[in-house]
DNA sequence: GCTGCACAGTAACATTAGTTACATAGGCAT
DNA sequence: ATGCCTATGTAACTAATGTTACTGTGCAGC
């Protein structure tokens, strides 16, 4: 693990931290589609994103869902976090939205190494004000946005993080993700294939030109 | 200063803490309406609420504006916590809801404070839970409710935060915090005053029964 | 090739929210 | 009282989004 924890988060954490992760840490691959994470679930660990991409989702009391933002490289989740701190319930639902690879810490490291490593102050800091303007950003879409800037927004988000022109979901997926109905959507993207912005198949979004 | 930081921070740092704050933080009194920080702004100091209530609030770019959350007496603001640390622009505009009392630490004091008092870590931390919390909530709103449940939660809020059954808004006010429009407002407010929830005057709003 | 099913296209309609326009009313300054 | 400004009430309309219902189509398994 030690090689895949140095090509990942060398250039943040010194060498004596990067040994400890490797100590206690524990690596794990999911694939596409795996829940991570429940709302309700109790969370022990927290994980460091090595590859691949996780989807955060929140959902209210009807079972609607909503998109929050996506994890990456790099990234933890603050929210993990929080919970870990707090030990309180996770409020929202994680799932693997590409094969990913990631490092599991348990959370009793946590506190030691606040006090301990600067560099890892720094980089719980970090994440938390990522996953802020994370969710100040998801925050602006919903409110200032209409549906159609939106649906425009999470397609390029979606080409930005799979690295491919082509969005391999159904009308359907993407309306539970921005908690709309499947007919809107399939208008929409109607509408930006008409403009020759996209092109429609089954199952299968190709990105032109946004 | 000190008693009045005992008074509010007795129970969450301890005395050596308690006393560095004293020594370097600066007491503060503002009147509601005061803009404490405009979008853009750099932060060289970060607050720590003593009494009353600060509104936050986000702006997109054509100036159109909605009520992220209110910040109350023991708050303080991750947003802020972000820009000190990442030394970046606010994000935000704060604006005291009512006359106000604070304590201003600035930020020098924060990386220090953080290796050496485990309580401060655990302040920090739990400010930043918080206010993702309330992100949540607010995304929540925004995303699930219609605009007379999101009104009635405001006005629950507002009730809560003044202490006060009355509220001393314009409808266009309301309509700002809410991002609609008056007219909106005043439709919905009027269908709540018929429905025996409240009573509407010149400038207040009485809360009967929410 | 047939069948069944999940996915997508589309019309018609309902609901919610936003807009425009104008009327009315409270309250202050003169 | 008069005039003026701000706040509120309301109707009528438009736009955006959500819903229902039905049609068409690609594809897997037989």
Request: net charge neutral; glycine share 4%.
């Amino acid at each position: 693990m030690i090689q895949e924890l140095k090509n990942n988060y060398g250039h943040l954490f010194e060498d004596a931290l990067l040994n400890e992760i490797n100590q206690v840490g524990t690596f794990k691959e999911v694939a596409a589609g795996f829940k991570m994470m429940e709302i309700g679930d109790y969370v022990k660990a927290m994980p460091l994103l090595v590859s691949g991409a996780i989807k955060i989702l929140r959902e209210d009391t009807d079972g609607d869902e909503l998109l929050l933002y996506f994890l990456e490289k790099g990234d933890t989740c603050a929210l993990t976090l929080t919970c870990c701190v707090a030990q309180t319930k996770s409020k929202i639902r994680a799932i693997a939205e590409t094969d990913s690879k990631l490092i599991m810490i348990p959370i009793q490291q946590m506190e030691e190494w606040s006090e301990k490593y600067k560099s890892w102050r720094h980089f719980v800091f970090e994440s938390y004000n990522n996953r802020l303007n994370e969710m100040l950003e998801t925050i602006d879409s919903i409110a200032f946005l209409k549906m159609d800037e939106r649906l425009l927004k999470y397609l390029a988000e979606k080409v930005r993080i799979s690295k491919n022109n082509t969005i391999h979901k159904t009308h359907q997926e993407i309306a539970y993700e921005l908690h709309t109905s499947r007919v809107v959507i399939s208008r929409l993207l109607k509408k930006l294939e008409t403009l020759g912005k996209i092109e429609l198949n089954r199952n299968a979004i190709l990105i032109k030109d946004i």
